[in-house]
């Protein structure tokens, strides 16, 4: 399996897009100062972009925002040093969808702004609450890092809400390849995050999942915790997949397990307990497969 390279309700999109959107414009592009910071100055007025209008914004990668729950975003670019910043404020569905989007930004150095950020040639990213934020400087990014960061700070102070990563990052083992951690709450994200299509598979009944690679020797390997809604949903998954993947299936007491080689000339292990879904993939041979399925708790 290589990994890593909305639809979750209508309804449930349109009333929690519809709510956070009509927050008063005033407040939310409050976050947006005309200063951010000592010796910062805005160098153009505020802009508001809501729901699909997003596209109007970015040349590519909307669908992905609105995978997790976008509501709007607000920009403005400030003056810092010697570097112009561009501040982008992205409001998402939830807390964990925040995090969700950050994932996608997360490899890179990781450096301290009053809560965990990650800054990656020249685009510092955190999210706090609900918010995911990006600040981007185009020109002599290898220069701007104290900028970026100053600028970062003073925007932190301002932001509501409180930098929690999701729990369910400690059911997989420490020492995942940086910044390839993914949280896929619907199939959606997974369509556009799983070039093989497994992951759309995977969640095609209620669930949400947890995926990081990890440094193996030669090979990458994947590691997967999805959480059902039904038991039966879990283990109607692990069959649908297994078949996907040319795996050899056995069931006992309306579970599922399932191992074998794939069609990428590599080994992946499933089982389902109690609605958690399990999955290792792309280990040389099946024990040491087994040996990192058994890391997930």
């Not at 400690?170 to 959606?188: C, D, H, I, K, T």
Request: glycine share 10%; with cysteine; hydrophobic share 45%.
């Amino acid at each position: 399996m290589r990994a890593i390279c909305v639809f979750s309700s209508v309804m449930m999109f349109l009333a929690s897009t519809s709510a956070l959107a009509a927050e008063d414009p005033g407040k939310v592009l409050g976050y947006l100062p005309d200063k951010l910071g000592a010796d910062s100055a805005a160098s153009n007025a505020a802009e508001r972009f809501v729901g699909k209008r997003l596209f109007d914004y970015m040349n590519g990668g909307a669908e992905l925002y609105l995978a997790y729950g976008f509501s709007d975003i607000s920009v403005r670019k400030y003056k810092k040093g010697a570097s112009e910043v561009s501040v982008e404020i992205y409001r998402m569905g939830s807390d964990v969808d925040a995090y969700g989007i950050y994932a996608h930004r997360a490899k890179g150095q990781k450096v301290d702004i009053g809560i965990p950020a990650t800054l990656a040639g020249g685009m510092l990213s955190f999210f706090k609450g609900s918010i995911y934020v990006r600040l981007v400087v185009a020109v002599n990014p290898d220069k701007a890092k104290d900028d970026l960061v100053a600028v970062g700070k003073a925007l932190t102070a301002l932001l509501p809400g409180q930098t929690k990563f999701p729990a369910e990052i400690g059911l997989l083992p420490g020492g995942a390849v940086n910044g390839s951690m993914r949280y896929l709450p619907n199939s959606q994200t997974a369509k556009l995050v799983w070039f093989d299509g497994e992951g759309d598979v995977l969640l095609t009944k209620q669930s949400k999942a947890f995926f990081a690679l990890y440094a193996a020797g030669d090979n990458d390997i994947g590691l997967t915790r999805a959480t059902f809604e039904k038991k039966a949903d879990a283990a109607e998954i692990c069959l649908a997949l297994a078949k996907k993947l040319g795996l050899k299936t056995a069931q006992k007491d309306g579970e599922c397990s399932a191992a074998g080689q794939t069609p990428d000339e590599v080994y992946a292990i499933m089982t389902t307990q109690d609605g958690i879904l399990r999955w290792a993939s792309g280990g040389a041979d099946l024990k040491s497969t087994q040996n990192w399925l058994k890391k997930i708790k």
